[in-house]
């Protein structure tokens, strides 16, 4: 069993930036991935990014060029570094990790067995 805890959500104006983490009670084994999600108000949760273990990173066109995942190995923790924020980013954000997510996958929630509570981010116009 994984626990994952989010933080770093807030408030902030259009063109801001915020950090997420999101700290891991052990690290996933094997071929794992570690993504964020996001959902705003009335809208169905979608992919944000994710990092499998190789390094390589895959981003959702809306946020490309603005947000960073990275993770720090040692803390068995994920980032989420997001610039030039806007508006529509506002939502709650969640992060999420499974194994064997195969790479085609990895853009589908459903893949992910683990969740953390969620991190509110509110950007202001």
């Known amino acids: 069993q994984v626990q994952l805890v989010e933080s770093g959500g807030g408030l902030v104006q259009a063109g801001g930036s915020l950090r997420l983490s999101c700290a891991a009670s052990v690290r996933p084994s094997g071929s794992y991935a570690m993504a964020w999600f996001r959902q705003a108000p009335g809208k169905e949760r979608e992919f944000v990014a994710t990092?499998?273990?190789?390094?390589?990173?895959y981003y959702a066109d809306s946020v490309k060029g603005r947000f960073t995942i990275s993770r720090n190995n040692a803390k068995d923790t994920w980032y989420l570094q997001m610039n030039s924020l806007k508006p529509e980013d506002t939502a709650v954000y969640y992060c999420a990790t499974g194994m064997g997510i195969i790479q085609s996958s990895l853009r589908n929630g459903a893949a992910y067995t683990f969740w953390g509570q969620g991190t509110q981010v509110t950007v202001s116009s």
């Open positions: 990092i499998r273990y190789s390094g390589h990173t």
